[in-house]
């Protein structure tokens, strides 16, 4: 009997957490995706249910302690062990440094690195007794680098870069393959194309980044064997400056 696994995709929207979650349900895993409202993740779960796959979808709110413990608790118990846990909330807003209030910064925070924290603590307490098991967290080019009016979207990024780091150095040696994979360049999404249609035209050039594609890396990394694992990869079109 072929063993139950799950995958975990926090912030599975309609790019590229819904085509991280459809890659691995191709492999047989089972898809548990989140967003603030479960509603919106009907689409993605009869996707890849119509594409033979299966999937559950959650509201969950990544911020929120009691539901990262809950969350983790009912997907081990109830549906498979997860054997894959993806973190890609964006929370990417631009405001000039002194537009930039205090609230805005912490719920920047919050929700790009703070319930990264939450997520990577809850999946590596289930995954070490296990001794194996991928944890992956989305960075994006203010993981590296700080850019005007992105003083609150760089330094959230910049924590969970350091986040991701921490937990490779303490988890590699037990099994958990921890990785941090840098998006850089725009991705095919409605928002590209709605506010970016100049950027977006370069799609027929494979000038912007496909989420397919994006999906096709994380799988890569979740298959590599354990003496050659990355931690940091950075993907990007190829007309892309840098």
Not at 146 to 174: C, D, I
Request: aromatic share 8%.
């Amino acid at each position: 009997m072929t063993e139950k696994k799950a995958i975990l995709v926090i912030g599975a929207g309609d790019a590229t957490g819904g085509a991280i979650a459809r890659r691995f349900a191709r492999e047989g895993y089972i898809a548990c995706v989140t967003r603030r409202t479960a509603e919106k993740l009907e689409p993605l779960v009869q996707q890849i249910t119509a594409e033979g796959g299966q999937a559950h979808g959650f509201g969950s709110d990544a911020r929120k302690e009691e539901e990262m413990i809950a969350l983790v608790e009912r997907i081990e118990r109830d549906i498979a062990p997860i054997e894959v846990a993806v973190f890609n909330i964006g929370a990417n807003v631009r405001f000039g440094i002194t537009e930039t209030t205090a609230r805005v910064y912490q719920k920047v925070w919050e929700m790009a690195c703070f319930g990264g924290f939450l997520m990577g603590r809850e999946t590596a307490k289930a995954m070490l007794p296990r001794g194996r098991g991928t944890i992956i967290f989305t960075g994006a080019t203010a993981s590296l680098r700080g850019r005007e009016g992105f003083a609150a979207f760089a330094g959230a990024k910049h924590a969970l870069r350091a986040l991701a780091q921490s937990m490779a150095r303490e988890l590699w040696s037990k099994g958990i393959h921890v990785a941090h994979p840098v998006i850089d360049g725009a991705i095919d999404t409605e928002f590209i194309r709605s506010n970016f249609p100049e950027r977006y035209a370069m799609k027929d050039q494979q000038g912007i980044l496909s989420p397919d594609s994006i999906a096709e890396a994380y799988w890569q990394i979740h298959q590599q064997p354990r003496d050659a694992w990355t931690h940091e990869t950075e993907l990007r079109p190829w007309m892309e400056s840098w």
